[in-house]
């Protein structure tokens, strides 16, 4: 069980990274599910301390219940990607980082509110950018808590023992996730034919 839920972190940690921007565009509620899915599991862990069935439970849940409120909510779609996906940013960094445990989980739930409103008020004004810096960071998180999950006794996974090496390992995946989806603007509206609905900004960019 350990080693699955580690192993669906990191895949699904990785999906977000690299294609976030890609499958708000091609596959709408996949990207919500994923989202829901990580925040569930996240918040399980945040509640009992460990990725068991109240994680795997909530997890199933946020996933259902964002994948519908892509189609319920269509017209605000964006705006609830801001908050879905500030509140992912702020709960896999506290992960990851080992915030989650300060004040008995307070101050990881206080952090992914904060990021929650964040992303909602910043997402009309630089959605694209918004979408490719906030996935690229939460998946890049997501990757060394699953990582951690399956190999907790590895300093290099472990963010309470690993020193500056695990933040930094963060940093390092997150910058190639922005980079990767940055240089496939371009070829994933191509791909798509939504160049009506990418921003000229973020695609000269």
């Known amino acids: ?11 699904t940690g990785l999906a ?7 499958m708000f565009y091609a596959w709408l509620p996949l990207l919500y599910a994923l989202i829901g899915f990580d925040v569930g599991l996240l918040l399980g862990r945040a509640f009992t301390g460990d990725v068991g069935t109240t994680a795997i439970v909530l997890g199933i849940a946020g996933a259902f219940i964002l994948g519908a ?3 319920i909510l269509e017209p605000y779609r964006r705006v609830l990607l801001g908050v879905s996906g500030g509140i992912l940013f702020g709960l896999s960094v506290a992960a990851a980082l080992g915030l989650d445990g300060w004040l008995g989980g307070f101050f990881g739930r206080v952090l992914a509110l904060v990021c929650g409103a964040v992303g909602g008020l910043l997402v009309p004004r630089f ?4 979408v490719i810096g906030a996935s690229a960071v939460s998946g890049a998180a997501m990757v060394m808590t699953g ?26 995946l997150a910058v190639a996730g922005v980079s990767w989806q940055l240089s496939n603007i371009a070829k994933w509206t191509q791909m798509l034919s939504v ?5 000229d900004d973020s695609t000269r960019n």
Do not use: K, Q
């Open 195 to 199: 160049g009506h609905e990418v921003s």
């Open 1 to 11: 069980m350990s080693l699955a839920i580690g192993l669906l972190m990191i895949l």
């Open 16 to 22: 977000i990274m690299a294609f976030g921007l890609f």
């Open 127 to 130: 959605f694209d950018l918004f």
């Open 147 to 172: 990582a951690n999950h399956i190999l907790p006794g590895v300093g290099f996974f472990d963010r309470a023992a690993g020193g500056v090496l695990p933040p930094l390992v963060i940093i390092i």
């Open 69 to 71: 409120a892509s189609y």
